[in-house]
Protein backbone atom coordinates (compact mmCIF):
# COMPACT_ATOMS: atom_id res chain seq x y z
CA UNK A 1 0.00 0.00 0.00
CA UNK A 2 1.22 3.02 -0.94
CA UNK A 3 2.33 5.53 2.31
CA UNK A 4 1.25 9.06 2.42
CA UNK A 5 3.66 11.24 0.39
CA UNK A 6 3.57 8.19 -2.89
CA UNK A 7 -0.36 8.93 -2.29
CA UNK A 8 -0.07 12.49 -2.77
CA UNK A 9 2.35 11.95 -5.79
CA UNK A 10 0.60 9.75 -7.33
CA UNK A 11 -3.10 12.01 -6.93
CA UNK A 12 -1.18 14.97 -8.34
CA UNK A 13 0.76 13.32 -11.59
CA UNK A 14 0.32 15.21 -14.79
CA UNK A 15 -1.42 12.69 -16.77
CA UNK A 16 -4.46 11.34 -15.50
CA UNK A 17 -5.69 9.08 -18.33
CA UNK A 18 -3.61 6.72 -19.05
CA UNK A 19 -1.78 3.57 -17.63
CA UNK A 20 0.39 1.26 -18.64
CA UNK A 21 0.36 -2.20 -16.73
CA UNK A 22 2.68 -5.35 -17.41
CA UNK A 23 3.31 -9.06 -16.57
CA UNK A 24 6.83 -9.60 -15.64
CA UNK A 25 8.71 -12.63 -15.21
CA UNK A 26 11.72 -13.45 -14.22
CA UNK A 27 15.40 -13.67 -16.14
CA UNK A 28 17.46 -14.00 -13.39
CA UNK A 29 16.99 -14.31 -9.46
CA UNK A 30 16.38 -10.45 -8.72
CA UNK A 31 15.96 -9.24 -12.45
CA UNK A 32 12.88 -9.43 -14.46
CA UNK A 33 11.52 -8.12 -17.69
CA UNK A 34 8.37 -7.51 -19.39
CA UNK A 35 6.31 -10.62 -20.63
CA UNK A 36 3.26 -8.74 -21.95
CA UNK A 37 2.42 -4.80 -21.97
CA UNK A 38 -0.95 -3.52 -22.31
CA UNK A 39 -1.87 0.10 -22.46
CA UNK A 40 -5.26 1.51 -20.99
CA UNK A 41 -5.84 5.07 -22.19
CA UNK A 42 -9.15 6.84 -21.58
CA UNK A 43 -10.69 8.90 -24.88
CA UNK A 44 -11.20 12.44 -24.81
CA UNK A 45 -15.06 10.88 -25.10
CA UNK A 46 -15.04 9.54 -21.66
CA UNK A 47 -15.66 6.44 -23.06
CA UNK A 48 -17.08 4.45 -19.82
CA UNK A 49 -15.97 0.99 -19.56
CA UNK A 50 -12.73 2.12 -20.06
CA UNK A 51 -12.51 5.14 -17.68
CA UNK A 52 -14.22 2.26 -15.21
CA UNK A 53 -11.22 0.47 -15.83
CA UNK A 54 -8.77 2.92 -15.47
CA UNK A 55 -10.20 4.22 -12.37
CA UNK A 56 -10.57 0.14 -10.52
CA UNK A 57 -6.57 0.09 -11.75
CA UNK A 58 -5.62 2.92 -10.50
CA UNK A 59 -7.39 2.14 -6.80
CA UNK A 60 -5.56 -1.00 -6.99
CA UNK A 61 -2.40 0.14 -7.61
CA UNK A 62 -3.34 2.72 -4.45
CA UNK A 63 -4.43 -0.19 -2.38
CA UNK A 64 -2.03 -3.04 -3.45
CA UNK A 65 1.05 -1.12 -5.35
CA UNK A 66 4.41 -1.36 -3.28
CA UNK A 67 7.48 0.74 -4.12
CA UNK A 68 6.21 3.91 -6.03
CA UNK A 69 9.40 5.03 -8.12
CA UNK A 70 10.35 6.03 -11.33
CA UNK A 71 11.26 3.19 -13.58
CA UNK A 72 11.35 4.38 -17.01
CA UNK A 73 10.28 6.99 -19.69
CA UNK A 74 9.70 7.47 -23.32
CA UNK A 75 10.05 10.17 -25.61
CA UNK A 76 6.88 11.56 -24.09
CA UNK A 77 6.63 11.03 -20.64
CA UNK A 78 8.43 9.62 -17.48
CA UNK A 79 6.24 6.83 -15.50
CA UNK A 80 5.84 6.25 -11.68
CA UNK A 81 5.42 2.42 -11.60
CA UNK A 82 4.50 0.41 -8.70
CA UNK A 83 4.66 -3.42 -8.10
CA UNK A 84 1.81 -5.75 -6.94
CA UNK A 85 3.36 -9.22 -5.97
CA UNK A 86 0.06 -11.04 -5.24
CA UNK A 87 -0.35 -12.04 -8.79
CA UNK A 88 -3.61 -14.34 -8.12
CA UNK A 89 -5.49 -11.00 -6.42
CA UNK A 90 -4.60 -9.33 -9.41
CA UNK A 91 -5.67 -12.23 -11.84
CA UNK A 92 -9.04 -12.73 -9.92
CA UNK A 93 -9.50 -8.81 -9.87
CA UNK A 94 -9.14 -8.31 -13.85
CA UNK A 95 -8.86 -11.36 -15.55
CA UNK A 96 -11.97 -11.27 -16.73
CA UNK A 97 -11.21 -7.35 -18.57
CA UNK A 98 -11.04 -8.16 -22.22
CA UNK A 99 -8.28 -4.99 -22.72
CA UNK A 100 -6.07 -6.89 -19.88
CA UNK A 101 -5.83 -10.54 -21.51
CA UNK A 102 -2.87 -10.36 -22.88
CA UNK A 103 -1.57 -10.25 -19.46
CA UNK A 104 -2.53 -12.95 -18.40
CA UNK A 105 -1.86 -15.40 -21.68
CA UNK A 106 1.79 -14.44 -22.65
CA UNK A 107 3.15 -17.77 -23.09
CA UNK A 108 6.62 -16.82 -21.90
CA UNK A 109 6.85 -18.34 -18.08
CA UNK A 110 5.13 -17.76 -14.87
CA UNK A 111 4.39 -13.96 -14.19
CA UNK A 112 6.75 -12.81 -11.28
CA UNK A 113 4.47 -9.38 -10.35
CA UNK A 114 2.55 -7.07 -12.13
CA UNK A 115 4.00 -3.31 -12.80
CA UNK A 116 1.59 -0.67 -12.85
CA UNK A 117 2.83 2.35 -14.26
CA UNK A 118 1.37 5.92 -14.34
CA UNK A 119 2.94 8.72 -17.22
CA UNK A 120 3.86 11.45 -15.08
CA UNK A 121 5.15 14.17 -17.04
CA UNK A 122 6.25 15.39 -20.08
CA UNK A 123 9.95 15.51 -21.51
CA UNK A 124 11.35 18.10 -22.88
CA UNK A 125 13.57 17.67 -25.68
Known amino acids: MF ?15 EVRVSAERFVSSLMTESAA ?13 MKNLYDRLCQYAVMHGEDLQELFQTDSYQYMSCFVHDIEAFKKEFEKEEELKPLFNHDKGDTAEFLISFPEKNIQS
Do not use: A
Open 37 to 49: EVDIVVPDSDYQS
Open 3 to 17: NEIEKERFNNRVCVR
